[in-house]
């Protein structure tokens, strides 16, 4: 293009006439109406779901001059990871936590919310709040002596800050034996634009470890043998099922702030992992799976389509996790194994009874702990043989050659009922164990019936009736019926030779007189 300047035409019209010609400098120009051009984006406003945090309270809140104000407090307090039943007494720990809860209540903010906690400290030694994964003012970070001073004993600190990111995130003391007391609690953040696609339904699981050494209630944060494993505070079959409707898209969110990582597996149908503690994962990185490993101080998002009605397994897959007072896990198992005594608690192990004669020196570390019933007694711990503590009922028989089964003798079913439970089958908690739990897929007709229970407090008849052993088809269990106090109600069948048990507590005195009850 050619172009005439007349004599007075000044250089400054020129470069500008370059620059508003310029193909080179119209590229822009280009990119913004191709901008204009896209899609518009999937994503749509929408009201977040609340999450279910089963088991565990919602932290509330009061809104002040445009600031959602939380009260907070660290506390000691009682709490019970399996009920009483006819087979022994509720396991209930000493443990530390907030607002009385362990875990804590959940906090469910949005992003963009400006947050107050006003943090009061009852426990009788110093702490923190530490903020898991929330990019916040340094001088709210809750890390002791870098960030902020210790909040002693009787007194208070506010923490005040704004969010804005999204995501599932936890709150947690720093100091890392009162992590190990229980001090831990959601913290989930909707995001300002609803993700999609959108899920109906949303839960929360935390997941814990406790070492609980015998004739105790108080957890020894100084041990990493772990004998009760946990998901928000209830140990299987305890634990309160997800209950979800036919067709429903379904968010499941985990928090690990224990010592072990835990592959969690579901049955019957495959999920795609869609955030961690580091907030959304980009859809390119989404991919079907049915385990993921939640490592320690991790979250994991998944989700799924629940397509396939029934009631299907959600678990840790490691096979000490599965257990409800498990075995050491260094050596192999103490005696009297994976088993549980005939009239003592099924909190107390899982499996059937078996004798045995393993020594102290082959039990590994484990202070002298055994597994199943007798990891909550007394026990003679010495370098000899060791018998069964048995109340004088012959023990299950078994099969020469083949593994011992570790389904509990005898299920719980009565001992937690609750309406979550309603018309699962008889016998359904023998299979339930530790970090266990439920996830019930349940048709339009039959998932409506189940909320209106569950609004209601109602409970099914079937649960509280008592447990028919009949449906108990399990090795080694011919001929030897149960009735609803767990002791047996007859002789094994004739013609089999009983399974014999080692000595009594009193036997053992006698051969060893170093041994004190």
């Keep these: 293009m050619l172009l005439k300047l007349s004599p007075a035409g000044s250089l400054s019209a020129l470069i500008s006439l370059s620059i508003a010609t310029s193909p080179v400098l119209a590229a822009p120009q280009t990119t913004s109406k191709t901008i204009s051009k896209r899609p518009p984006t999937k994503f749509i406003s929408r009201p977040p779901v609340p999450v279910i945090t089963p088991d565990l309270a919602k932290l509330p809140w009061k809104m002040e001059n445009g600031v959602k104000v939380f009260h907070m407090s660290a506390d000691i307090c009682k709490r019970e990871i399996m009920p009483a039943s006819d087979m022994g007494p509720a396991k209930i720990l000493s443990v530390w936590g907030f607002n009385g809860s362990a875990p804590g209540p959940t906090i469910e903010v949005n992003e963009g919310d400006h ?45 005040d800050f704004t969010l804005h990111q999204n995501g ?18 959601f913290f989930i953040i909707h995001p300002k634009v609803a993700h999609d696609p959108p899920v109906q339904k949303d839960f929360g699981l935390c997941l814990q470890e406790w ?27 305890a634990t309160t099922p997800l209950i979800v409707k036919e067709g429903d898209r379904v968010r499941i969110r985990i928090i690990n702030m224990g010592m072990d990582h835990h592959p969690i597996h579901i049955h019957g149908h495959q999920f795609v992992e869609t955030g961690t503690e580091g907030g959304r994962a ?37 096979p ?36 045995g004669n393993a020594t102290a020196e082959d039990l ?46 005898t299920p719980m079913d009565a001992a937690v009922a609750k309406p979550e439970n309603n018309g699962l089958k008889a ?21 409506d019936k189940l ?27 011919e001929g030897m019926p149960m009735n609803h106090s767990g002791t047996n109600s007859s002789s094994p069948k004739k013609g089999k030779p009983e399974t014999k048990t080692g000595p009594t507590m009193e036997e053992q005195m006698k051969m060893d007189p170093n041994m004190k009850m």
């Design 211 to 237: 070492a609980v050494l015998p004739n105790n209630s108080i957890p020894n944060s100084m041990s990493m043998e772990y004998n009760w494993l946990t998901i928000n505070g209830r140990a299987a079959p």
């Design 282 to 318: 980009p859809k390119s990185t989404w991919r079907p799976e049915n385990t993921v490993i939640v490592g320690v101080a991790q979250s994991r998002d998944i989700e799924f389509l629940a397509k396939y009605p029934g009631d299907w397994m959600l678990h840790c897959h490691l």
């Design 168 to 185: 599932t995130f936890f709150y947690h003391s720093h100091g890392a034996m009162q992590e190990m007391m229980g001090m831990i609690g």
């Design 451 to 477: 909320l209106a229970d569950i609004k209601a407090g109602r409970i099914e008849s079937s649960q509280s009736a008592g447990m028919n052993m009949d449906h108990m088809n399990m090795p080694g269990m």
């Design 115 to 159: 947050v107050r906690f006003i943090f009061k400290n009852n426990l009788p030694e110093s702490t923190t709040i530490h903020w898991h994964g929330l990019e916040i003012p340094i001088e709210m970070d809750g890390m002791p002596f870098i960030s902020q001073p210790m909040v002693k004993p009787g007194e208070t600190f506010v923490y």
């Design 320 to 355: 000490h996790h599965m257990m409800n007072n498990m075995v050491s896990m260094v050596g192999p198992m103490a005696h009297p194994g994976m088993g549980m005594h005939t009239g003592s608690g099924m909190q107390e192990g899982m499996g059937m009874v078996r004798g």
């Design 427 to 447: 016998g359904w908690s023998g299979s339930l164990a530790g970090m266990m739990n439920l996830i019930r897929v349940l048709p339009a007709d039959k998932y």
């Design 364 to 409: 590994g570390p484990a202070l002298g702990r055994g597994m199943g019933n007798t990891a909550d007694r007394e026990q003679m711990i010495a370098n000899g043989p060791r018998g069964s503590e048995a109340t004088g009922t012959p023990p299950t028989e078994l099969k020469p050659g083949f593994p011992q089964d570790d389904m509990m003798m």
